[in-house]
């Protein structure tokens, strides 16, 4: 029976995929992935007869989404959202896709370990990485890795599976792969070389010498809208290609990857899909995770008090919009070290692309995990701001805005529904504080976030508590209008 999604109106793979290698494994099938890094696969494939194919894998959770996709022939959808008009792309790219728990832990392991297989790769989102944001240090005592230690043939963790995989490599005779993280961190290849070789020297030293000298971990920095599926999203998708795919994906036009050149065992020509290789991609993780991903979470926090469900309704507020756009180009922008980059006209585009209606990206989504993003999206600019003695103002407002929206309670009273790793630890700061400056300062102490210094630094502590207890008195939109004027 022919596969549906080969009759969808859409972009299809005309290529061979019988001729497709998997040489990739990738960890963490979701949304974004779909819509990025598989998407540059799959155009690679199709216009330069590219044979790199990918074997996805969850490890924990998403069990229907690999379920899914095996039951489409591992097709799926991404849809393009543009304000004038929807296109879409039936991914070809996919040879295989593994659950860990359905499929068994020994199948991804075997995957990993055949020899063709030259890069892992993975979004697993920051808090999969088990390290401490403020240090960027494995945590030892975290849960996943304490267990995994104790049984390390049978990990848990992704860095506990990768090592696994390389151990197994390395008894077999066979040559490392390449590990490339494409979540949003900055370093995010050196963050998963630290956790990678610190867990390995917990289990073995050996093993640790030999990742060190053989396994590369090049950095990227992706780009690339992706809200959260919802039945609307997948209704749109059907409308649109006449065909229904619980897989499917939808996702703004605009694409970027940015990947540090630096693969043991070589790599797909991604620089025909129009990714750039480069020899240093940090600059450019910086520039995104502070313009971009940090004005996102600053519209997501003070958006969500205020109402506004999606962030294009936040850019329909003209305070909010300015705003957002004087904290990428006033706040964010001098703490950046990128070259040849037109930073003015990067922040007109993020706010051309926030303010696409179609994309209905929630802030609530963007709001989670918040104690895993602050550090990199705005503290590490306070910091310089502080040693540069120079105005930060909407990012003390920001983190004011994460304080208020982590207490649990919106401004009309309504009980605000919190994701975040370190929820406890919050919660208990919360409710072991009185409302106000008390309060700042309970979530300051907060080390994993904050770290140290700056619950010491009198200047930052000020400005926090003066932005949370605006928030408190005149709610986020009057907070938000007063200093997006000053």
């Not at 598989?38 to 494939?45: F, P």
């Not at 008090?305 to 706040?331: F, K, V």
């Not at 930073?343 to 303010?355: G, H, N, Q, S």
């Not at 976030?449 to 008195?473: E, H, K, M, R």
Request: with cysteine; hydrophobic share 40%.
């Amino acid at each position: 029976m022919q596969n549906k999604l080969l009759t969808a109106k859409a972009t299809l793979p005309t290529y061979d995929r019988s001729k497709l290698v998997s040489r990739i494994v990738h960890l963490g099938f979701g949304a974004f992935h779909r819509a990025h890094q598989a998407v540059y696969a799959d155009i690679l494939a199709a216009e330069h007869g590219s044979d790199w194919g990918y074997t996805e894998v969850n490890l924990i959770g998403g069990e229907q989404q690999i379920a899914d996709l095996n039951h489409q022939d591992n097709l799926y959808t991404v849809a393009e959202m543009s304000a004038d008009a929807w296109t879409a792309r039936v991914v070809g790219v996919v040879k295989e896709a593994l659950h860990a728990q359905v499929d068994g832990l020994e199948t991804v392991l075997a995957k990993m370990c055949e020899p063709q297989v030259a890069i892992v790769s993975l979004t697993i989102t920051e808090k999969g990485y088990c390290h401490s944001p403020a240090s960027g240090q494995l945590m030892l005592d975290h849960p996943f890795i304490a267990a995994d230690i104790q049984n390390p043939h049978q990990p848990k963790s992704a860095p506990g599976v990768v090592v696994e995989a390389l151990a197994r490599r390395r008894a077999a005779g066979l040559p490392a792969f390449s590990v490339m993280s494409c979540d949003n961190m900055p370093e995010n290849g050196h963050v998963m070389r630290n956790v990678v070789c610190a867990y390995a020297r917990a289990i073995d030293a050996g093993l640790a010498d030999w990742i060190e000298s053989h396994v590369t971990f090049p950095s990227t920095m992706v780009d690339r809208i992706v809200p959260a599926v919802t039945p609307d999203t997948l209704d749109k998708i059907e409308q649109l290609t006449g065909v229904r795919d619980p897989a499917g994906v939808a996702c703004e036009p605009f694409r970027q990857w940015v990947i540090e050149d630096n693969f043991v065992a070589g790599r797909p020509a991604w620089e025909k899909t129009g990714a750039e290789l480069v020899s240093d991609v940090i600059p450019f993780e910086e520039m995104k995770l502070r313009m971009l991903n940090g004005s996102h979470s600053f519209l997501a926090y003070l958006g969500y008090l205020a109402g506004y469900e999606h962030i294009n309704d936040c850019m329909g507020d003209e305070n909010y919009r300015r705003a957002a756009h004087d904290l990428m180009l006033n706040e964010q922008a001098p703490t950046l070290k990128v070259q040849n980059v037109d930073l003015a006209r990067y922040a007109d585009l993020l706010i051309t692309r926030y303010t696409n209606p179609a994309l209905r990206h929630r802030t609530w989504q963007i709001a989670m995990d918040g104690s895993q993003k602050l550090p990199q999206r705005m503290l590490d600019s306070v910091r310089w701001h502080l040693a540069d003695n120079s105005s930060f103002t909407l990012l003390t407002l920001g983190v004011a805005g994460w304080m208020r929206y982590v207490g649990g309670v919106d401004e009309k009273g309504n009980k605000i529904e919190v994701s975040d790793p370190l929820l406890p630890v919050i919660q208990a700061a919360v409710q072991g504080s009185e409302e106000g400056e008390s309060r700042v300062k309970a979530l300051l102490a907060i080390e994993a976030i904050f770290g140290q210094d700056l619950p010491q630094n009198g200047q930052f502590v000020d400005q926090v508590t003066n932005a949370y207890l605006s928030l408190l008195s005149k709610g986020a939109k009057a907070t938000v209008a007063q200093f997006s004027a000053l």
